[in-house]
Structure formats: C-alpha cells, structure tokens
C-alpha cells in the first residue's frame, strides 16, 4: 500500500477505530488486549471516562492561550508534581525529546552561570534512548540513529552501565552532568541497580554534576512507584517525563530543584504549545487517578503478580523465551526467537506487544489493567509460544532428532 507519510516507521497492517480500557478495536474486526499501551503511554487505558470528561471540559471552555499568559490548570499541575517528587519547578514540553532538551539545556546554563561555560559535557550510558532531536541521539549515542545526519551534536560521553571505572575516567572538567533511565526501555528493559544510581548521585555530589533521570519511561506509575527513583532512595536534580504523563495527550515535562534550574532564567528557554490548557487538564485528569490512595499499590501487586506467570510462561517455553525482565508493569521477555516474529506471533492472538532492542518484547499494559486481564494475557502469550514452538517442530531438520 502507498502512503503519503514519510516510510520512517515499519507499521503493521493494522489500524484501531476506538478503545476501552485495555482492548482495542481493530478495523479488521477484532479485538486487541493492548499491552503496549500505545509505547506505556495510554497509562490509564482507553477513553478512560475521567480523561475523556477532563478533555471535552477544557476543550469547551479554551485550548490555547500561548504562554504569554497565566496558565492555572498548568501551575496546578506544576504543584502537584513538585509536591510528589524531589523537584521545585517544571517546565512543560510536548514530547520526551524536547523535555530532554530543556534538561540538556538546564544543565549546560547551570554551569554557565557558575562561571565554567567550559563544563558542558553530559555522561550517557550505552543502550539509551533519549529521543530523536539532534541533540538527544548524540546523548542517546546510537550509531544507526547519528547515522547520515552531519556532525553529532558535541558534548555528549558514554560509557557502559554499571562501570564506575570507565565512568570515573571519563568524567573531567568538561564534565556538566550525568544523565540516565533508571530502567532502559528502547533498549531492552535494562534496570540498572539502586546500588549503581547510588554510587552516581555520590559521584555527582563529590564533582558538582548533575544528575538527570530520564523517567520518560519509567514515570507516572509504571514502575509501581510514582516515578522509578523512588526505588534506589536517590534524588535527581532534573528528571524529566512525558508518555504516561499525558495518557496519550501529547505532554512531556522537565523537573528540576531550584538549584540545578538556577540558569534558565526569563528568555532564556520556551515553547509555544508547551502546557497548553488541554495538555495540562489532561495531565491533572491523569494525576487524578494514579494519586489516588492505592493506585500505585495496585501497580505494584500487579506487576509482581505479572512477573510469577511471566517466570512460569518463560518455564513452559525455554526454547521461545530466555528472560524475564523488569519492573512493575514495564516487564521485558528477552526472546530465543527473533523479537519481532514474537511481537507478531502475539498479535496473532490478538495481544499487542512491543519490540525493543536487546531482543526483548516489551509488555507495557495500561496501569489499570485487571488481574484477570493479565490471566487473559498470559493464556495469549502461552498460546504464542505454542505457535512458535510448532513452526520450530515445522522447519526442523527432517529426521532431526527433537
Ligand atoms: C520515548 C522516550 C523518549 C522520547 O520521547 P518522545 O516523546 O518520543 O520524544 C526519551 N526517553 C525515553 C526513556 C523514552 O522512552
């Protein structure tokens, strides 16, 4: 099929006429269990009645007024993040990259101010994932996404996660910040220890950096905690978030204590539709429902429940599934298969799942998916898996012994 959109994605045929909590409605006439959440963004499923009424609300009343003007729903939004985290201010993007931008942006002036323009240097880890702006895929320092677009943007270093000794050698007086995800999505649902983020924050503390959580993942819940620091003990001085945040509204936001924002002073950063007031109902509508008493428990009893069956299912099938990985409900399957011949095998079962690199399958449900929801996927995923296995019988040598 041609198609006037730019070929960058490879889509499946396959489209959604509407959505109802955690199930999809193909075109094609079926049902979908969607456990990739839309890339664990729709975090309150689909056409949540609360983020529906939150959204048609604001959208009669005003949509947009620039940032010229006082915005309430977004200082009430703002507030509400900064009562709930480490942070003083925020910043309101309309994506990840760009709330990554502000935080690259951020930690350069706050050096800048202190008078050594020279640190400008942010540390990244090797599998990141920051998002597609030039600066973000030097800081997410991917070959095969720097590839073809001229000079990488300077200033951004990487060493492999875990290894303070290739950290502590590359850390200089050049050296701005550090910034990471606690759990890697794009590349492979990687955690790194709370003992690493840990030695990171002491690192940063001893050499005046910085420390960025990339949270744009792992944020708003989907870890079991309201953001994924919250499991090592350790405070950033800039996170930023986006996804979940918006439950499919396009919103991002970059977080900071008053200390490490002290450089972006009046004009020296913006955005036009940044934290319009339809992003920012929807952000509070979402906020709604995750701040509520239990919710975020719930995540948490889930995702261990989810982790158990994914551990039996890994048991059941050692020749389709080699790990189970993860936290809460963003959980990863590294595959013996090929990861997309698992994604498809899935969705031949009518369950939504997400490649990422490493080979792992991403199983990103809405947070306010059921436990009998989770069975129902499980029983997809072992069907699945039987697939695969009988074409592996198939395709077998013949005569080969099994
Ligand atoms: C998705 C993602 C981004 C980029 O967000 P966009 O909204 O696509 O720009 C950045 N960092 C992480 C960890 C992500 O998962």
Redesign the pocket.
């Known amino acids: 099929m041609t198609s006037p959109l730019l070929p960058t994605f490879a889509r499946a045929e396959l489209s959604f006429e509407k959505g109802e909590g955690p199930w999809l409605y193909g075109r094609d006439g079926e049902r979908y269990l969607d456990f990739g959440a839309g890339?664990?963004v729709n975090a309150l499923g689909h056409a949540h009645p609360h983020l529906v009424q939150a959204l048609t609300e604001q959208a009669s009343k005003i949509w947009h007024s620039s940032n010229l003007f006082q915005i309430p729903e977004g200082e009430r939004l703002a507030q509400r993040l900064v009562d709930n985290t480490f942070a003083d201010f925020v910043f309101f993007t309309?994506?990840?990259?760009?709330?990554?931008e502000a935080a690259i942006k951020m930690a350069r002036r706050y050096h800048h101010v202190n008078g050594n323009p020279e640190r400008f240097h942010i540390v990244t880890f090797e599998g990141?994932?920051?998002?597609?702006?030039l600066g973000?895929i030097a800081a997410?320092g991917q070959a095969k996404y720097l590839e073809g677009f001229g000079p990488k943007v300077q200033g951004f270093d990487q060493v492999p996660p875990e290894d303070m000794e290739a950290l502590k050698a590359v850390i200089g007086p050049q050296t701005a910040a550090l910034m990471i995800?606690p759990i890697?999505?794009?590349g492979g649902v990687r955690s790194v220890s709370p003992a690493f983020l840990r030695e990171l924050r002491a690192l940063c503390d001893q050499n005046g950096l910085l420390l960025i959580f990339?949270?744009?993942?792992?944020g708003v819940g989907r870890t079991g905690k309201l953001f994924a620091y919250e499991w090592s003990g350790v405070t950033p001085d800039i996170m930023?978030v986006?996804?979940g945040i918006g439950g499919g509204f396009?919103l991002?936001a970059c977080l900071a204590t008053a200390e490490a924002g002290k450089g972006l002073t009046l004009g020296t950063h913006g955005t036009t539709f940044g934290g319009n007031p339809l992003a920012m109902a929807v952000g509070n509508a979402v906020l709604d429902v995750i701040l509520e008493p239990a919710f975020l428990e719930g995540v948490e009893r889930k995702g261990l429940l989810l982790k158990q069956r994914l551990a039996e299912l890994k048991d059941r099938h050692p020749s389709v599934i080699a790990e189970v990985r993860g936290q809460g409900l963003m959980m990863g399957l590294r595959t013996v298969v090929p990861n997309t011949d698992f994604v498809n095998a899935a969705r031949a079962q009518k369950l939504i799942v997400i490649g990422a690199g490493d080979n792992v399958v991403r199983l990103l449900p809405p947070l306010i998916i059921t436990e009998a929801d989770l069975g129902e996927a499980i029983d997809r995923l072992d069907a699945a898996c039987a697939a695969i296995e009988a074409e592996q019988k198939n395709t077998a040598q013949p005569g080969a012994v099994q």
């Open positions: 890339i664990a309309n994506s990840g990259a760009e709330a990554n990141a994932f920051h998002g597609r702006t973000t997410g995800e890697q999505g794009e990339d949270e744009i993942q792992t930023t986006a996804k396009p991002g």
